[in-house]
Each structure stands twice: as structure tokens, then as C-alpha cells.
């Protein structure tokens, strides 16, 4: 049969337009992901309840420390410390989880306290894996004479720095898997059948390369993430992971997930291997494939239990909506990638109607691919956006809201694209051209961004100025002739000043007996913090005392204060605390 020769025709105007606003995406992107913020998470495991409670004075001491979160965490990487108002650490407490309610976080005090002020600082992993801690501060007795604004020092930060290695690692694993889900699923479900029984191009060194180098790949950026989550979720060197696989594997949803996805990546490897070998048969090769397929599948399921979805309140339905959207958005990217590169070799000895026929079949099969891809990306992504997303604002002002942004973005594209080839293969004109190239282009940015999203929490805080000092305005609100002015800085995790000012009608300072204020984390169900100001703590009309922040997010303040009238003013102020 006679040699055609493929060559891409030039596109419409139309289609250049869409390609340079693929660049323009893509560079803005990645200018976005750079410089655009600093890249942080902020897990979402939360303290619901504690004893003792924030800025609890206790009569005597306790004899135990618990503290309970929304959530279960895993069995790995807490732990509680004691500090007294000296600075100096309570020896022999020893954090363990609550063997019949992995909610609570416990520790033994070995002896009673001394009356002082005592900051209780904890660590833990939620259940979606993100490492979290915060601080209580609690006084016993008098305080030795102290107030909990003497309360040793703190630095918390709950935003830890993501690892762009551990980032790098996962998208080397997500492009690997979706070139061996195009390997695969290009001769098994794209070629019309017809076609099926001519598929030497599949003992052609560039296939064979093809998909085993996405199966090697995959097994090794598995082995190489092991210790570099690990490092990264227990925050200590990679030099001294080795003493805590067995704590991983053991005690975290991670290593139990990555054992199985190592397992699955390991078996889809030999099936590939063996797939290859010379003189296999077209059925048994088949079978193969298939097979492949079927434990790829469910490597990808294992995944989902690793994530966002695992801690949501539905999990079931959570996991199921993750692992179908994570499994189309890689046989779309795997499967546009093998058309690109072995469609042209496919119908390279056909010509005429024949080659056309062929090549707007496969085009046409890969077409409703595509489309029922983007069905489900599009309904697993709303979903997931409804119950990650604490508030619609934090689509637009969190680390992980814009990164989901502009994948749903990229994905509008790699869809306008899918329109238009699909629109090609309807009228079955000349052949696809350079397009495909930026739509693969724009597949794997998609799974850069898949990548990153799986180490950042929803529940971030909103975005600051990358750890620059600010200078923090205080919010004033008017009540009843009165105005009230509230003032925090640094406005972060940790210890923070509360001033508070109050002036009547003609701005003249108004003396209080006391000002209390409840706060109340508004993404998170937390328990609240009581802050306590009196008449002691003022000066020149300026009332203020020290408070524990315990966790980055938006927190409302609730402020009753009671003048020296003994009149009573109620307001309500909104407390922004940023990463840091």
C-alpha cells in the first residue's frame, strides 16, 4: 500500500488566538506560583475542646492534659510540651492518643504543678496529613504572683514551608501515571477495531521506551517521596527518616497509602515488561493491558485515602469524587500525549480515504474520552470546591482557592481545544496540527497544579505579604454614643497585645471596669478563647493585656465592656490572621 507522508496544516485564526492565551495562562500561572505567595499550608484539624482550657485559672493542679480536635489524628509525629512562665520545660510528660477516641491528644502530668503560669505547646498530624500545632496557656493557683500575660514566650507557626522537591516528586509521578494510562489505553480502547489487528508500532522501540519509562518513573518517584514526606510531615532532617519508617508505616494513613501505591506501581511494571517481550501474542497482550490498567486504577484509589477527601465529613463520597477526578485528568494528559506521539506513525502506511478514515477514527474515539473527562473534572471539581472551601473569599485569597483557580482555568482551555478537534474530526478536514502540542503542554501544567494542591490546605489562612512587617490598623465601631476602637498586634499566630480604647461623643477617653471578649474561629469549629481586660490594665485611655492566638484564619471578636458608669457595650470586630 502506497507511503503517505503526514504534515500538520496551518490552523485558523481562531485557534492562534487560543494558543496565545494558553501562554499567556501559563506564564501568568507560574508567575503566580513563584512570586504570587508564599507558599504555606495550614491543616485543618482544629482544637474543639482542651483541659485546661485557654487562660483557665485552676485551684490546684491538674493531673492530666487533653486536648480534642474536630477530627482524628494519626498515630505519628505529636507530641505535648509544658513550659512554666521561667521558660524552662516540665520534665517527663509524655504525649500518647486516646486508645478509644483518636480525637484526643493526652499527657500524664508526673507530679503537681506549682502554682505559676504554664503554656502548654502541642504538635500533631491531621487526618489529611498536614502537620498542625498550637499552644494553651493556663494558671494555677495565684500564678505565683503572676498573670497569663507572663506566660512564657511561644512562636508558633502552623504554616510550614512546602517542600519543592517532595511537589517535584509528585508530579513526576502523576505525568509518569498518565503516560502509562495513554500507553495502555490508546491500542486498547482509541484504535477502531478494524485497526487492532495491525499494531506493530507496538514492538517499535519508541512505545516499548514509551511505557516503560512511565512505569520506572513511577516506582521512582514513589521511593524517592518516602522520605521526603516523611521529613517534611515530621519536620526533622532527611538524614534521620530512617528511624521513623516503621512509626510511618505503622501510625499514618501516608504509609500505609504509600505502600500500596508502591505494590500497585511495581506490578504495573513487570505486566509492562512482560507485555513487551518478543513473540507475545495480540490476546495475551490484551489481557495484559487490561490488567495493567485494572491495578493502575487501583494504585489511584489507594491515593485518594491520602488527602483532603479522607478528612472530609462525607468521606465515601469525598474519596470517590478525588480518585475520579484525579483519574481523568491523567488518562486525558496521558492519552492526548500517546496520540501526539504515535497517531502520525499509526496511519503512516495508509493513504487516501483510508488514512483519513482512520485518523478522524481515532481522533473521534479520543474525542469522547476527552468530553467524559471533562464531565467529570468539572463535576468531581465543583463538588470539591463546595466542601473544602470554608467561604467563596477563599477561592480568591488563599494559596490553595488560586491554584485550584487556575487549574479550573487551564482546564476551560484544554477544553476549548478538545471543542475544536472534536469540531475537526466531525468534518473530518486536512489533520490536527500544532494544537495538540499546547494542549499537552497544557495537560501536565494542569498536573504541576494537581501536585501542589495536594500539599496545600483549603483551610489557609488568607494570603499576607510573604512574612514582611505590616503595620496592623485598629477597627473601630460605634455603639450607642460610645466608640470602640480594637487594636492587635502583630496580628499572628501566637502571643498578640490587645488594646482596646473607648471615647464618648466628644472623643474624650472613657474610664471601664472590664472588657471581655470571646473569640471565635469563623472557618474552623474551634473551641473559644476568653480574654479578660480590667481596670488595672489601662493607662492614658488606652486599655490592653496579652491573649494566645492558638491558630491562623479569621476569628470574630465578640467585646462586651463595661464602663466605670457600669454601662454595658456590646461589639463585634473580625480579626484576620495571615500565614506567616
Given at each position: 500500500m502506497a507511503r503517505s507522508t503526514y504534515t500538520a496544516i496551518s490552523q485558523p485564526s481562531g485557534a492562534g488566538r487560543l494558543r496565545s492565551v494558553v501562554k499567556l495562562l501559563l506564564v501568568g500561572i507560574l508567575l503566580l506560583l513563584t512570586v504570587g505567595f508564599p507558599q504555606q499550608v495550614l491543616a485543618h484539624a482544629s482544637v474543639t475542646e482542651s483541659s485546661p482550657a485557654q487562660n483557665e485559672v485552676l485551684q490546684q493542679s491538674p493531673k492530666q492534659i487533653m486536648i480534642r480536635f474536630n477530627e482524628d489524628i494519626q498515630r505519628a509525629y505529636y507530641g505535648i510540651t509544658l513550659?512554666?512562665?521561667?521558660?524552662?520545660?516540665?520534665?517527663?510528660?509524655?504525649?500518647?492518643?486516646?486508645?478509644?477516641?483518636?480525637?484526643?491528644?493526652?499527657?500524664?502530668?508526673?507530679?503537681?504543678?506549682p502554682e505559676d503560669i504554664y503554656t502548654v505547646s502541642w504538635k500533631a498530624i491531621s487526618g489529611d496529613g498536614h502537620p498542625v500545632e498550637g499552644a494553651i496557656i493556663f494558671q494555677v493557683g495565684n500564678g505565683a504572683g503572676k498573670s497569663l500575660k507572663d506566660a512564657s514566650s511561644v512562636t508558633l507557626d502552623d504554616s510550614r514551608p512546602l517542600s519543592p522537591l517532595l511537589i517535584t516528586m509528585r508530579w513526576v509521578q502523576y505525568a509518569a501515571q498518565a503516560i502509562v494510562l495513554g500507553a495502555l489505553c490508546l491500542p486498547l480502547f482509541l484504535l477502531p477495531l478494524a485497526a487492532r489487528s495491525e499494531m506493530g508500532w507496538l514492538r517499535e522501540r519508541r512505545y516499548t521506551w514509551f511505557a516503560l519509562s512511565g512505569a520506572v518513573l513511577t516506582v521512582l518517584a514513589l521511593a524517592a517521596q518516602l522520605p521526603l514526606r516523611i521529613a517534611w510531615t515530621a519536620d526533622i532532617p532527611l538524614s534521620t527518616v530512617g528511624g521513623e519508617l516503621g512509626n510511618t508505616f505503622s501510625g499514618t494513613v501516608f504509609g500505609k497509602v504509600w505502600l500500596l501505591q508502591m505494590i500497585a506501581a511495581v506490578i504495573v511494571l513487570l505486566i509492562v515488561l512482560v507485555r513487551q517481550l518478543p513473540g507475545m501474542k495480540p490476546g495475551v497482550q490484551r489481557v495484559l493491558g487490561l490488567s495493567a490498567l485494572i491495578v493502575l486504577a487501583l494504585g489511584l484509589l489507594a491515593k485518594a485515602f491520602d488527602g483532603h477527601a479522607y478528612a472530609a465529613e462525607i468521606a465515601g463520597v469525598a474519596i470517590a469524587a478525588d480518585y475520579l477526578h484525579l483519574l481523568s485528568a491523567l488518562l486525558w494528559s496521558g492519552a492526548l500525549l500517546a496520540l501526539a506521539l504515535f497517531l502520525p506513525r499509526i496511519v503512516?502506511?495508509?493513504?487516501?480515504?483510508?488514512?483519513?478514515?482512520?485518523?478522524?477514527?481515532?481522533?473521534?474515539?479520543?474525542?469522547?474520552?476527552?468530553?467524559?473527562?471533562?464531565?467529570?473534572?468539572?463535576?468531581?471539581?465543583?463538588?470539591?470546591?463546595?466542601?473544602?472551601?470554608?467561604?467563596?473569599?477563599?477561592?480568591?485569597?488563599?494559596?490553595?482557592?488560586?491554584?485550584?483557580?487556575?487549574?479550573m482555568l487551564l482546564f476551560l482551555v484544554m477544553a476549548g481545544f478538545g471543542g475544536m478537534n472534536y469540531a475537526k474530526a466531525r468534518s473530518q478536514k486536512g489533520e490536527i496540527g500544532k494544537d495538540m502540542i499546547w494542549e499537552v503542554l497544557t495537560g501536565f501544567v494542569v498536573l504541576v497544579l494537581a501536585a501542589l494542591l495536594v500539599h496545600l490546605?483549603?483551610?489557609?489562612?488568607?494570603?499576607?505579604?510573604?512574612?514582611?512587617?505590616?503595620?496592623?490598623q485598629a477597627q473601630v465601631q460605634q455603639v450607642n454614643g460610645y466608640e470602640i476602637s480594637l487594636r492587635v498586634p502583630p496580628s499572628r499566630m501566637g502571643m498578640n497585645t490587645f488594646e482596646v480604647m473607648v471615647t464618648d461623643s466628644q472623643g474624650k477617653h472613657v474610664d471601664?471596669?472590664?472588657?471581655?471578649?470571646?473569640?471565635?474561629?469563623?472557618?474552623?469549629?474551634?473551641?473559644?478563647?476568653?480574654?479578660?481586660?480590667?481596670?488595672?490594665?489601662?493607662?492614658?485611655?488606652?486599655?490592653e493585656t496579652q491573649g494566645m492566638i492558638s491558630m491562623n484564619g479569621n476569628w470574630q471578636v465578640d467585646m462586651t465592656v463595661l464602663t466605670s458608669k457600669l454601662e454595658s457595650l456590646q461589639a463585634k470586630f473580625v480579626l484576620k490572621v495571615p500565614g506567616s
Open positions: 513550659h512554666r512562665s521561667s521558660s524552662e520545660e516540665v520534665s517527663g510528660i509524655k504525649a500518647y492518643i486516646d486508645p478509644k477516641d483518636g480525637t484526643r491528644l493526652l499527657a500524664d502530668l508526673p507530679s503537681a504543678l503512516r502506511d495508509h493513504a487516501g480515504d483510508e488514512r483519513r478514515k482512520l485518523y478522524w477514527g481515532v481522533v473521534r474515539r479520543f474525542s469522547w474520552l476527552a468530553m467524559g473527562s471533562v464531565a467529570a473534572l468539572l463535576v468531581t471539581g465543583i463538588y470539591g470546591s463546595l466542601i473544602y472551601l470554608p467561604t467563596i473569599n477563599a477561592l480568591f485569597n488563599t494559596g490553595y482557592g488560586l491554584t485550584l483557580l487556575s487549574k490546605s483549603p483551610y489557609a489562612a488568607p494570603l499576607g505579604n510573604g512574612g514582611a512587617p505590616r503595620e496592623v471601664v471596669e472590664q472588657i471581655t471578649m470571646q473569640l471565635h474561629h469563623l472557618d474552623m469549629a474551634m473551641a473559644p478563647t476568653d480574654i479578660t481586660i480590667t481596670s488595672k490594665d489601662g493607662k492614658d485611655g488606652m486599655y
